[in-house]
């Protein structure tokens, strides 16, 4: 099984500041991919990249700029942090279609 | 637009009975379906997955049958468990790898077991 570690797992910051989570996959896989998790919305796609240096949009991107730096790395950035991005944040890597692999997930609050 | 609904937020059962979790799905391209578990504080984490049509797939003693006729992708057990009290997600994909495998989700149905 695929193996994805985030970081950091628990991150707590003040409105309008600037948060990076970082998400590493160590099987190789093309494709990797940023969600959010809230209560009542499930799992929504923020961004998402077929590899290194390539970023798409998924379907929830608006505060949230990705950036996918080697095979294995991918990064969320929040520059103006704001309370409504308080949630739980999921990583996922793929190599084709048969499912994606899911990280640990990282807690942001937004104060 | 491509979409999963899951019709039930929360179900509540008691240990030994059987479940039917409902998943349905609307694709304009060859389905791909998937059940994923969630347990409190833990990631998703694949269940069961299918692309082909009328046939029964089981993992860890869940099962459930993709029928394209009616778009459906409904999970059942037998006999529910403590262990099995969790958040249950469906998934569709593109059988063909297009949109860069993206998974739409359905909005979960949590399940709880009672002694």
């Known amino acids: 099984e695929a193996a994805v570690t985030q970081s950091p797992r628990n991150k707590v910051t003040v409105t309008g500041g600037n948060v990076t989570l970082s998400c590493r996959q160590t099987?190789?896989?093309?494709?990797m991919y940023w969600y959010r998790q809230d209560t009542g919305h499930g799992l929504r796609l923020i961004h998402y990249?077929?590899?290194?240096?390539?970023?798409q949009i998924g379907d929830v991107p608006d505060g949230y700029k990705a950036t996918r730096t080697t095979q294995e790395d991918f990064f969320l950035l929040l520059e103006l942090a704001s309370p409504s991005q308080t949630s739980l944040y999921f990583c996922?890597?793929?190599?084709?279609?048969?499912?994606?692999?899911f990280g640990p997930g990282t807690r942001l609050t937004v104060l | 637009g491509d979409s999963v609904t899951q019709t039930e937020g929360l179900v509540t059962l008691t240990k030994g009975l059987p479940v039917m979790l409902n998943c349905t799905y609307q694709t304009t391209y060859s389905p791909f379906l998937f059940w994923y578990v969630q347990h409190l504080n833990e990631a998703p984490k694949l269940l069961l997955k299918s692309s082909t049509d009328n046939k029964r797939t089981e993992h860890q003693g869940f099962y459930a049958t993709l029928h394209k006729s009616s778009s459906s992708f409904h999970l059942q057990k037998s006999s529910v468990q403590l262990s099995d009290s969790a958040l249950y997600f469906c998934a569709l994909s593109d059988l063909y790898g297009g949109s860069g495998n993206k998974l739409i989700f359905g909005t979960g149905t949590l399940l709880s077991v009672k002694p």
């Open positions: 990249s077929y590899g290194a240096g390539n970023l």
């Open positions: 996922a890597s793929s190599d084709r279609p048969g499912g994606q692999y």
């Open positions: 099987n190789s896989h093309n494709y």
